[in-house]
């Protein structure tokens, strides 16, 4: 089936740092979604995204929606301890039924 | 407008039982997607339901589960015979063809 390739699939940072992670795909995507899952809980949407070329922000998340519509990043500035989590990519498959396709994720850890 | 309903939050089932996971999802949404989640690993794609439709199961195993969205209710995604392998989070969430929203997740343990 469709497939997201995440990465990198883990990151160890210091608190402060900034951190980016990207999704690419042999897929056109009309739509990229960001997520952040903490433990114990469901994933929670940070950022969607909808057009080619579209850099989007919440707080310190910044996500971009690639020109090529088969690829997406999402930068975290200033990493905070409870930045940890893992976060996923997905992407809402072009035409006929839409189906939600996920990223592995990457697993997120910031040291204090 | 509350978000999407997942119940019950923890599910402890004997080998051999039926599992029965329910998502209510958000108002106004009319698509349902199931997951699963074994720990520290990815989403899973199992099914894809539009009410009273499956729209694309690929990811659901052969035997002994299904999933069922009806036109009045939660969805449900049915497991029979549960195994020790079928412990997992199982995560619900509802789209409108713009975002997805998730539940806060079933998780299974078989005992």
């Known amino acids: 089936g469709q497939q997201l390739n995440q990465s990198p699939q883990s990151m160890f940072i210091q608190e402060g740092e900034d951190v980016s992670m990207n999704c690419t795909s042999s897929?056109?995507?009309?739509?990229w979604l960001w997520y952040k899952q903490d433990p114990g809980e469901g994933p929670v949407l940070l950022i969607a995204l909808y057009k080619a070329g579209e850099l989007t922000s919440n707080g310190r998340l910044t996500a971009q929606f690639g020109i090529t519509r088969k690829d997406s990043f999402l930068n975290i500035s200033a990493s905070i301890p409870s930045d940890v989590g893992i976060y996923f990519c997905?992407?809402?498959?072009?035409?006929?039924?839409?189906?939600?396709?996920f990223g592995k994720g990457t697993k997120l850890t910031v040291n204090p | 407008n509350a978000g999407v309903m997942q119940n019950p939050r923890h599910l402890v089932r004997r080998r051999g039982q039926e599992a029965r996971l329910r998502c209510s999802p958000m108002?106004?949404?009319?698509?349902v997607y199931w997951y699963r989640q074994l720990p520290e690993e990815g989403l899973k794609f199992m099914v894809y339901l539009q009410k009273e439709n499956i729209i694309d199961e690929s990811g659901m195993p052969k035997e002994r589960f299904s999933a069922e969205f009806p036109k009045e209710g939660p969805s449900i995604l049915r497991i029979q015979q549960v195994v020790r392998g079928d412990s997992a989070a199982y995560f619900c969430?509802?789209?409108?063809?713009?975002?997805?929203?998730f539940g806060q997740g079933t998780r299974l343990t078989v005992v």
């Open positions: 897929s056109i995507f009309n739509t």
């Open positions: 108002k106004g949404h009319s698509h």
């Open positions: 997905a992407g809402l498959i072009q035409g006929g039924s839409e189906k939600l396709v």
């Open positions: 969430a509802s789209e409108d063809n713009t975002e997805a929203f």
